[in-house]
């Protein structure tokens, strides 16, 4: 027996040690692979596209980036650090390079330096966002001015970098300005609804208001889904989901619980703040969803299917079920709303952006906050 044990822990011990040789050598053939292609790229005549561009290229780079300064040991910092690292770069010495650049290649993010002749810092930030203002900016600067590299964030800069830096704090600072920019992306929504069949991640990842078909939305953002028994499934709707974002709570109905349309049937809680929801039907609680209230984490993925918040034995659905939207009347009242609730936070935001963000009036003050719930949740 005690030879099999010591077998099966030698068998354990070399297993592990074999994983993390091949490792070793996967990430030495990446480094060398990412080496050569920085050499390789270097000596590419791109003068054509930019004078003083040059260019260093990987496969499936974690993002592309260009690099502004009119310093060439800094630029090359940057190329030897970031390309390592899994980042495609290209680098020049003007601004007006940089903007030439932008108009005909997509990058993720532009780093400029802040002090450069003829063309500083804050004018590449600025033609960087009117331009291409899904470019993220990125301020290099020296420690003398980084209350100027503050005020150029008021132009749209994303964040700043402080030059000298070592190879680990730009590594660092780059890896979080990637991360910032992803969480970002994730959370804008383009404003458009469709009729879909999709679910689980794909769902999530579509990025639009999604409604599933032979679903009923009712004006106060709740979904109905009819049973074959007449009991309908009832939960929020993914206009309601997505602009409340997280939710700390569900405060679910009493079983048996008798409930006319438009009475308050449910609420979730968002911090010290809280969202009822109304009924859509007339009828009596047969079902309420405990499993949702413990994984409210599901919502994130999808507010529909499985995540519907209680059942309803409808008593009068055959009159109220005209108020309420399916197939395309369901997606004209989203986009209806969608109108209304830009109209709204470009007032609040004080710009003219179409744009939406995952659980942002979360951010609103509780004035504002209630401003938006009332217009769009009580009904």
């Known amino acids: ?39 390789v790229s270097l000596n ?27 310093e060439d040991i800094i630029l090359e910092s940057f190329r030897k650090i970031l390309v390592l690292d899994g980042y495609s770069v290209d680098t020049v010495n003007t601004g007006q390079e940089a903007l030439h650049l932008i108009q005909s290649n997509h990058y993720d993010f532009v780093f400029t330096d802040l002090k450069m002749p003829t063309m500083d810092g804050v004018d590449v930030a600025k033609g960087v966002k009117h331009l291409r203002p ?70 999530f990842n579509s990025g639009e208001f999604a409604i599933p078909g032979g679903v009923f939305i009712s004006k106060g953002h709740c979904w109905v889904a009819l049973d074959e028994d007449g009991n309908a499934r009832i939960g929020i709707d993914d206009f309601a989901n ?80 005209k108020d309420l939207h399916i197939g395309n009347a369901a997606v004209s009242f989203y986009q209806e709303d969608i109108e209304k609730y830009l109209e709204d936070i470009k007032e609040l935001r004080k710009d003219d952006k179409d744009s939406l963000f ?6 609103l003050d509780d004035h504002n906050y209630d401003r938006i719930v009332n217009r769009f949740f009580a009904a």
């Open 358 to 363: 995952k659980g942002e009036i979360a951010g």
């Open 242 to 321: 997505k602009l409340i974002g997280e939710i700390d709570d569900i405060n679910l109905p009493n079983l048996g619980m008798k409930i006319n349309a438009h009475q308050p049937l449910f609420s979730i809680k968002q911090g010290n703040r809280k969202i009822s929801f109304s009924s859509p039907i007339t009828g009596s609680v047969t079902k309420i969803n405990d499993h949702l209230k413990d994984n409210l984490d599901s919502l994130e993925i999808s507010p529909y299917e499985n995540n519907w918040i209680c059942t309803i034995d409808a008593d009068n659905l055959d009159n109220e079920i």
């Open 134 to 203: 899904d470019i993220d900016v990125i301020i290099i600067t020296g420690y003398a001015t980084v209350e100027t590299a503050v005020e150029v964030m008021k132009f749209g800069a994303m964040d700043y970098v402080q030059k000298p830096f070592t190879e680990d704090e730009l590594l660092e600072f780059t890896k979080k300005s990637l991360l910032k920019r992803q969480d970002r992306i994730k959370k804008q929504l383009r404003p458009k609804v469709h009729i879909s069949h999709l679910s689980g991640e794909e769902y």
């Open 44 to 70: 590419l005549d791109v003068s054509k596209e930019a004078k003083s561009l040059k260019r260093a290229e990987v496969d499936n780079p974690k993002a592309k980036i260009l690099c502004v300064d009119d």
């Open 1 to 39: 027996m005690a030879l099999f044990i010591l077998a099966v822990i030698i068998f354990v011990i070399a297993d592990i040690l074999i994983r993390f040789i091949i490792k070793r050598v996967q990430e030495k053939k990446v480094i060398a692979e990412r080496e050569k292609a920085l050499e």
